[in-house]
């Protein structure tokens, strides 16, 4: 005769063989997916900065030639002593009308030049002209890239249009891919220009320019540079 303590284990291994067949028979029923955790679906999408621009680049060029304001007007309003230097409080005035100041406190412009080309400046990989302004007679120099390289933290153009905005992006590595391909964009319109002929003759440039102003009182305002979207001869 077996006892009843004996069948106990007996019996409770039983039950839950009939409790996991039970489970088995109501996953099958129902229907399951195993997915694996390297599945491509989970993996975040690469960002394609060409993709972007390519998508914007439209938009940026009409912004800034629709919005920009004449390079002579912001500079006279900024007043800047002989030696080129202004305010910082006076400088945040000015841009809170004309432009708009970043987080980390750079003063951006969409501005138009208007004026004779008096220098041109091709030996150097970041080549620049050089512009008299048409109806500004103060100290600043106006200098407008022209290739073959614009500064890596040259990020003027982005930074003005007033819709790319760094909380659109995942992190800052990609927001600065979209500033090297929109500098690179321009790079590559220039590219095919003969810069060398400009020099002596009148141009409307369209483009922004940054003025950095962190950490600092007084402003150098002696030489701003544009990175144009277009170059015209006037």
């Known amino acids: 005769m077996t006892s009843g303590r004996g069948g106990r284990p007996a019996v409770r291994r039983l039950l839950l063989l009939l409790v996991a067949v039970a489970g088995c028979v109501l996953l099958w029923s129902t229907g399951f997916t195993v997915v694996r955790s390297d599945d491509a679906s989970t993996k975040p999408a690469v960002f394609d900065p060409v993709a972007y621009v390519d998508g914007s680049w439209d938009e940026i060029v009409t912004t800034i030639r629709d919005d920009s304001v004449d390079l002579a007007e912001i500079l006279t309003a900024m007043a800047p002593d002989p030696d080129g230097l202004v305010q910082k409080t006076a400088l945040k005035a000015v841009t809170e009308k004309y432009g ?23 030996e150097s990989s970041v080549g620049t002209i050089e512009i008299t302004l048409d109806g500004y007679t103060g100290p600043v120099t106006v200098q407008v890239y022209v290739g ?85 001869l006037s």
């Open 100 to 122: 708009v100041i970043t987080q980390g406190e750079a003063h951006v412009y969409k501005v138009k030049v208007t004026g004779t080309v008096t220098s041109v400046d091709v």
């Open 148 to 232: 073959s390289r614009i500064p890596s933290d040259e990020s003027s153009v982005r930074d003005s249009v007033g819709f790319i905005s760094f909380g659109d992006f995942r992190d800052q590595t990609e927001y600065g891919k979209v500033s090297s391909e929109i500098n690179g964009r321009i790079l590559k319109m220039l590219s095919g220009a003969d810069v060398a002929a400009l020099e002596g003759k009148t141009v409307t440039v369209y483009g922004a320019m940054t003025i950095r102003t962190f950490n600092l009182v007084q402003i150098d305002v002696s030489t701003v540079k544009i990175v144009p979207v277009a170059i015209e």
